[in-house]
């Protein structure tokens, strides 16, 4: 079954949200109070609305806690951003993601009840640095404040060792979740498989010690 989800918001963050699951076959309805944007979206959603999303009457007269998903992509205004993730949540919509300017904001959406609190600016700038800092790391995803996935290309100090080798693990604390290897991912390698050139290595753990691998790479 399709899944339906709700956009608020059609901005630079929120319009690409709306375009990529109308792309993979998902209904959208994608609200915003600037007329403009939601002409602009009108071909690419299900639906699309002006609407104020701070005003009950409203988003109870759109439906909106029969969706799946409600993404509040709210640009600069937080008392919107705010005031819109409270008013779905007391009318009972079980997922809403909200995007977050600051850590102030983030942490009112979470105490009102936010299910998840994303910070695209924030999370695309260490992203980008740590590619800048090492060119072995090709992706950089925090899961939580402390732990984060990377994407590792192995460079001449991997290439040729088995796993158990390296023994990442150890001397890291880091774990080697699964390899790209050409067009295949092989999951959860074992520990005698040998790394081969252009391999990218995708490692789960800590920052610091994700930090201290990457500080190796780069020797």
């Known amino acids: 079954m399709k899944k339906e989800f709700v956009v608020i918001g059609l901005g630079r963050f929120g319009g690409s949200i709306c375009k990529e699951l109308a792309d993979q076959g998902m209904e959208v309805m994608a609200i915003d109070q600037d007329e403009d944007r939601v002409n602009e979206f009108a071909s690419i959603a299900t639906h699309a609305v002006i609407a104020d ?11 909106i806690r029969n969706f799946d998903h409600v993404i509040v992509a709210i640009g600069a205004d ?28 983030a942490k009112v959406l979470d105490k009102i009840g936010a299910d998840h609190v994303v910070h695209p600016e924030r999370d695309m700038g260490r ?54 290897r050409g067009g295949t991912m092989i999951i959860s390698p074992q520990a005698y498989d040998t790394i081969e050139p252009n391999d990218v290595l995708i490692i789960i753990g800590a920052d610091t010690d994700i930090h201290r691998f990457e500080k190796k790479l780069s020797q």
């Open 78 to 105: 937080i008392q919107a951003s705010i005031l819109t993730t409270l008013m779905l949540k007391e009318i009972g919509v079980k997922n809403v993601t909200v995007k977050a300017q600051n850590d102030y904001h």
């Open 127 to 180: 992203r980008i640095a740590h590619h800048i800092v090492s060119n072995n790391v090709l992706d950089y995803i925090e899961l939580s404040n402390e732990y984060s996935i990377a994407e590792i290309v192995a460079n001449e100090w991997l290439v040729g060792n088995t796993i158990v080798d390296l023994n990442i693990r150890a001397k890291y604390g880091l774990n080697i979740v699964a390899i790209k």
């Open 53 to 63: 999303t701070t005003d009950e009457t409203v988003l109870k007269n759109l439906g």
